[in-house]
């Protein structure tokens, strides 16, 4: 992995706020760090979301309905740090998509939520940004969104579309994964801790777990573990302090948050490999030309 990315600009798109940080913060962070261009594009404000801060229960959307607000400023201090500069919104300007809450609730049935957008607008909102960014590396979700949220299927769609449509074409395009394995460890870690992980009693029991045979690349990010977990803390009406994310502080808890696991789904597998036959570098393969 290289000291000095400078030239080399990242895409992600995510659906909501607290989706990148989770998935991606020591990635964002060690390559930003480093002097890549790193681009956040999130969908929507995650209106639908719970509140686990109970004096601030009222944000909720079935109260006073103002939580995507507060997110977006939980955004930017996340994004604050993990040394992110170029956030946006998907149709910031244009039009706004809100959160469409989980598969048969009232929520996903509202005519402005992102499930039922225009596809081909907003498609083309995310092609202005590529042909604008001219990104190496695109990094989104999996076919069934990680878990099979309606706003993930649609950001991973939107994203995927908008990459073949665009004139400017990536080099390489990654899906956030998360191994069995890795999670199994975190489970047991867990259990031996007095408390679960998800409610899960195995890593088959969660829907976003994969098989190994899935992971391609591997960030280790274990030097910017401290940046993730504070975006994580900027989170906090998505993320409780004192839940799962930050009970894993020994060397488990470097493995689980600082690497961070990718399915490469069009480029090619290129640089250092691990004992694995992990890539080590994202960007591994890539000549700068513009």
Same mark, same amino acid.
């Given at each position: 992995?290289?000291?000095?990315?400078?030239?080399?600009?990242?895409?992600?798109?995510?659906?909501?706020?607290?989706?990148?940080?989770?998935?991606?913060?020591?990635?964002?962070?060690?390559?930003?760090?480093?002097?890549?261009? #790193?681009?956040?594009?999130?969908?929507?404000?995650?209106?639908?979301?719970?509140?686990?801060?109970?004096?601030?229960?009222?944000?909720?959307?079935?109260?006073?309905?103002?939580?995507?607000?507060?997110?977006?400023?939980?955004?930017?201090?996340?994004?604050?740090?993990?040394?992110?500069?170029?956030?946006?919104?998907?149709?910031?300007?244009?039009?706004?998509?809100?959160?469409?809450?989980?598969?048969?609730?009232?929520?996903?049935?509202?005519?402005?939520?992102?499930?039922?957008?225009?596809?081909?607008?907003?498609?083309?909102?995310?092609?202005? #940004?590529?042909?604008?960014? +001219?990104?190496? #590396?695109?990094?989104?979700?999996?076919?069934?969104?990680?878990?099979?949220?309606?706003?993930?299927?649609?950001?991973?769609?939107?994203?995927?579309?908008?990459?073949?449509?665009?004139?400017?074409?990536?080099? +390489? @395009?990654?899906?956030?994964?998360?191994? +069995?394995?890795? @999670?199994?460890?975190?489970?047991?870690?867990?259990?031996?801790?007095?408390?679960?992980?998800?409610?899960?009693?195995?890593?088959?029991?969660?829907?976003?777990? +994969?098989?190994?045979?899935?992971?391609?690349?591997?960030?280790?990010?274990?030097?910017?573990?401290?940046?993730?977990?504070?975006?994580?803390?900027?989170?906090?009406?998505?993320?409780?302090?004192?839940?799962?994310?930050?009970?894993?502080?020994?060397?488990?808890?470097?493995?689980?948050?600082?690497?961070?696991?990718?399915?490469? #789904?069009?480029?090619?597998?290129?640089?250092?490999?691990?004992?694995?036959?992990?890539?080590?570098?994202?960007?591994?393969?890539?000549?700068?030309?513009?």
């Amino acid at each position: 992995m290289l000291d000095n990315y400078t030239g080399y600009r990242m895409l992600l798109v995510h659906a909501h706020p607290d989706d990148e940080t989770i998935n991606n913060g020591s990635t964002m962070a060690l390559y930003a760090s480093r002097g890549a261009q #790193v681009t956040l594009i999130t969908c929507t404000r995650g209106e639908e979301g719970e509140v686990l801060i109970p004096e601030l229960a009222h944000l909720a959307a079935h109260e006073t309905d103002t939580l995507g607000d507060h997110r977006v400023t939980e955004l930017a201090q996340a994004m604050v740090a993990l040394g992110v500069k170029d956030h946006r919104f998907l149709g910031e300007g244009v039009t706004r998509y809100r959160d469409s809450g989980m598969m048969g609730t009232p929520a996903n049935d509202g005519p402005n939520t992102f499930w039922k957008a225009d596809f081909d607008q907003a498609t083309q909102s995310l092609v202005s #940004v590529i042909n604008e960014v +001219k990104p190496h #590396v695109l990094i989104t979700y999996d076919e069934f969104g990680g878990y099979g949220h309606p706003d993930h299927i649609q950001a991973h769609r939107v994203a995927m579309a908008a990459a073949e449509s665009a004139q400017w074409k990536i080099p +390489k @395009i990654y899906w956030n994964v998360m191994p +069995k394995s890795v @999670i199994q460890d975190g489970i047991e870690k867990m259990k031996e801790l007095g408390s679960d992980f998800m409610g899960a009693e195995s890593a088959d029991d969660l829907p976003f777990a +994969k098989d190994d045979s899935f992971v391609h690349a591997r960030v280790n990010g274990a030097e910017y573990v401290h940046h993730k977990m504070d975006a994580m803390r900027a989170h906090g009406t998505q993320i409780a302090i004192d839940g799962p994310f930050f009970s894993l502080s020994n060397n488990l808890g470097l493995e689980i948050w600082g690497n961070e696991y990718y399915t490469l #789904v069009h480029g090619e597998k290129s640089g250092q490999l691990d004992s694995a036959g992990h890539e080590t570098d994202l960007f591994a393969g890539i000549v700068l030309t513009s």
